[in-house]
């Protein structure tokens, strides 16, 4: 096999010179471009994506946060953030460069030799009609790998939060058990998806190599008609071997994209939720600026469900707690106690009826006024939020560090001079307020409490975790240090709301008793009265005791 001659010579040097450094500069200035596509372009889209999830996720109903699990949403906010910032901008851009790679190397070989046509475009159709069929299990394969993941991360941030009643009651090995179960899941789905990548390279491989088959063939049985320099026969072979790597390249960053598209999909459906109603008061349903004044509570005809298709929680409640007035709200598990705090504070919307707070109708005001203006809660579960302890007692910046300390030493955590006072403010918090007892995360929310005075103050159980030394303290701050308050006790403990000036009893979601605790003590067969009866005969007598006590001295008082 002989090749004709090439041109030689350095006139004909310097002409590939010329044509190899335009080249070269064309590649750097598109290499410059697709960078700066990438750092700028990619890094502005993944910052507006996340601040949009963020947001969103910020403002999800609460019914949200008890359907999704928590593992869930850490996934999006780490795997999946970090595919956006770093691995879908690097995959797009290498995209970009195989597309690029595949058309010049194509246009290269039937420019050398046009008949290899015959093995490209029948190669590039069953490379395409294989990626098809791997798209059908590939991107799901993908998913289900990141669904798998998601109770791995959820089981590991449990681990860590209970990690002191897991060794406290000995659950290490069965906590170990269900880790190795969620593993293995997450380890078998991620086999699954790797395999399937193998499965389609190999063949990839295979189909790649026919175009070498092919191309060496051809300038074989027909070098006499195509007089073929050696240099460009050379060139042909190479880029004929480097087909393989081209379309292999292609089809895999193809589906790298894709998977990372999927990492998009599931930021974007978190950055879509739907949210709560508007933090803001449209000017028509503006309260007075001196609103609330006193503190009258009402529930007219009241439905509330936590979510479509579910039961109802709270069934035309129905109750009027006069501005100043203690009330306390008894009942059975599951007898919609609680529900009367989602309620008032929106944190589901009711679906029927009206909740007024001196006159106002709470469902027509933005969020911002009906939890941050006027109404306090103390729950059961208390939570600290803020770097600081003083961002965490006054986190509007209203009252000055003198305040917020008296407030501190009222419920005896203050400190013991001013010096000491700054560093207790300055004092770092930890997650959720964890360097503190539930006790004294109790007490914080007191003194929280105190700083704002609120005209409705609502405790959903917020003694049940706690000792009774404490607990007894904290009533007595509150009939003390809150004398124009209206207070709404979700009571876990009788004792805490017998001497109360009303109790509402619920069953079933309704209000079957209203009134005050020994007058409702008095009806024979009343919910109280079984209540009571029900912690023994020594604590019935006491109860019943506290309340008449309590019911002679605001008698007395009156007249």
């Avoid at 009027?320 to 919307?349: D, H, N, Q, Y």
């Avoid at 030394?469 to 904290?474: G, H, K, N, S």
Wanted: overall charge negative; hydrophobic content about 45%.
């Amino acid at each position: 096999m002989e090749f004709p001659a090439q041109i030689d010579g350095l006139s004909a040097q310097a002409q590939y010179l010329k044509v190899y450094a335009i080249l070269i500069l064309l590649f750097v200035l598109a290499a410059f471009f697709r960078a700066e596509w990438g750092a700028i372009g990619g890094v502005r889209a993944a910052k507006n994506v996340f601040y949009t999830m963020l947001s969103s996720v910020l403002k999800a109903p609460m019914s949200y946060f008890e359907t999704v699990p928590m593992g869930r949403i850490l996934n999006r906010f780490t795997f999946d953030t970090d595919v956006n910032d770093v691995t879908l901008s690097q995959v797009m851009s290498m995209f970009m460069l195989s597309c690029s790679w595949y058309v010049t190397g194509v246009a290269l070989q039937i420019a050398i030799l046009p008949w290899t046509a015959l093995a490209i475009v029948p190669v590039s159709v069953m490379y395409w009609v294989l990626m098809l069929y791997y798209r059908k299990s590939g991107p799901d394969l993908q998913r289900i790998e990141a669904v798998s993941r998601s109770p791995l991360q959820s089981m590991v941030s449990e681990c860590l939060d209970g990690a002191t009643s897991i060794r406290v009651f000995q659950q290490e090995e069965q906590f170990v058990t269900r880790y190795r179960g969620v593993a293995d899941k997450n380890s078998s789905a991620l086999l699954n998806f790797v395999s399937a990548q193998r499965w389609v390279g190999v063949r990839m491989e295979m189909l790649g190599s026919l175009v070498v088959l092919v191309s060496s063939v051809l300038v074989v049985c027909l070098n006499d008609v195509l007089k073929l320099e050696a240099g460009l026969v050379g060139l042909l072979i190479m880029w004929c071997s480097n087909f393989t790597i081209t379309l292999n390249f292609l089809v895999d960053t193809f589906a790298e994209a894709e998977a990372a598209i999927t990492a998009i999909e599931r930021v974007d459906a978190m950055a879509s939720l739907p949210s709560e109603k508007p933090m803001e008061t449209d000017a028509e349903h503006q309260p007075p600026s001196s609103w609330p004044t006193q503190g009258l509570l009402e529930f007219n005809n009241v439905n509330l469900r936590y979510r479509e298709g579910l039961p109802l929680v709270l069934k035309n409640l129905s109750f009027k707690l006069p501005a100043g007035k203690s009330c306390g709200v008894v009942g059975r598990t599951g007898a919609g106690k609680s529900s009367i705090t989602v309620a008032l504070f929106r944190l589901v919307e009711i679906e029927s009826g009206q909740v007024l707070l001196d006159g106002v109708d709470l469902c027509q005001l933005g969020l911002s006024d009906v939890r941050g203006r006027g109404m306090s809660i103390i729950p059961q579960d208390p939570f600290l939020a803020g770097a600081t302890l003083r961002e965490s007692l006054d986190p509007f910046q209203l009252h000055t560090d003198a305040e917020i300390l008296e407030a501190l030493q009222s419920v005896r955590l203050g400190a013991s001079n001013a010096e000491d006072g700054k560093q207790l403010l300055s004092s770092q918090l930890e997650e959720g307020g964890s360097n503190y007892s539930v006790g004294e995360r109790q007490l914080l929310n007191l003194a929280r409490a105190l700083l704002s005075q609120p005209k409705l103050l609502a405790l959903d159980e917020a003694t049940a975790s706690i000792d009774g030394e404490t607990d007894a303290f904290i009533q007595k701050m509150l009939r003390t240090r809150f004398p124009n308050t209206t207070l709404i006790t979700i009571a876990h403990r009788l004792e805490t709301i017998m001497d109360y000036d009303l109790c509402l009893v619920m069953d079933a979601g309704q209000a079957v008793e209203f009134g005050a605790p020994a007058e409702l003590l008095d009806i024979r067969g009343g919910v109280l009265a079984e209540l009571v009866d029900a912690t023994g005969a020594e604590s019935s007598e006491a109860l019943r005791g506290l309340a008449k006590e309590a019911q002679l001295a605001k008698t007395q008082v009156t007249s």
